[in-house]
């Protein structure tokens, strides 16, 4: 227990939401509601694979929807955030919120 | 690419730091410059094999160092963050700033 006596905000943490590429998957989808496989892929600079991956953790979990489709004749995959994926971006926004908040205090 | 032109900021954190485990180590170590090895894994509910591995991890890139030492006859290990572990953290901290200030944009 630290002097405060509440867990560290680290603690809190959920390792699905916080790994780095499901971190930018859900928080472009927050701010876009939804998105193309291609976009996300260029943006957040992954792999076909990797985004592939990343996707299937977060669908697994419901915290998106993975949708398959075409347009016109080219595939086209389009990814959905859901509300609980949205909740779940938001309480590691709280704790990485405090985890700066006691940086910026222990060193200023 | 985003319409900034500018990496998203998830695509510049570093997996060594962010790891929530190695993120709560190293906050609490640039708080309190050096800490025991059994406070931390009370402070951050690890257990003794997790918080080991991840010091090795930290160690291993130079981020920490770990000193095994006696106080009386019992053994303590104590855990002090490098200047490179500093940096790392500040930029870690950068890239997670960013991302909320693009969170709260995107919200507000």
């Given at each position: 227990m630290n002097a405060e006596g509440a867990p560290h905000p680290t603690s809190t943490i959920n390792?699905?939401?916080?790994?780095?590429?499901?971190?930018?998957?859900?928080?472009?989808?927050?701010?876009?509601?939804?998105?193309?496989?291609?976009?996300?892929?260029?943006?957040?600079?992954?792999?076909?694979?990797?985004?592939?991956?990343?996707?299937?953790?977060?669908?697994?979990?419901?915290?998106?929807?993975?949708?398959?489709?075409?347009?016109?004749?080219?595939?086209?995959?389009?990814?959905?955030?859901?509300?609980?994926?949205?909740?779940?971006?938001?309480?590691?926004?709280r704790a990485i919120?405090e985890l700066?908040r006691r940086f910026?205090e222990g060193?200023?």
């Open positions: 390792d699905v939401v916080h790994q780095k590429a499901r971190l930018g998957i859900l928080a472009v989808l927050a701010e876009a509601d939804r998105a193309d496989f291609t976009y996300l892929k260029s943006l957040l600079q992954l792999t076909d694979g990797n985004l592939g991956r990343h996707l299937e953790v977060l669908a697994g979990q419901g915290l998106v929807q993975v949708e398959k489709g075409y347009s016109g004749r080219r595939p086209r995959t389009r990814v959905t955030i859901t509300r609980t994926g949205r909740q779940a971006l938001e309480e590691e926004m919120r700066l910026d060193s200023g």
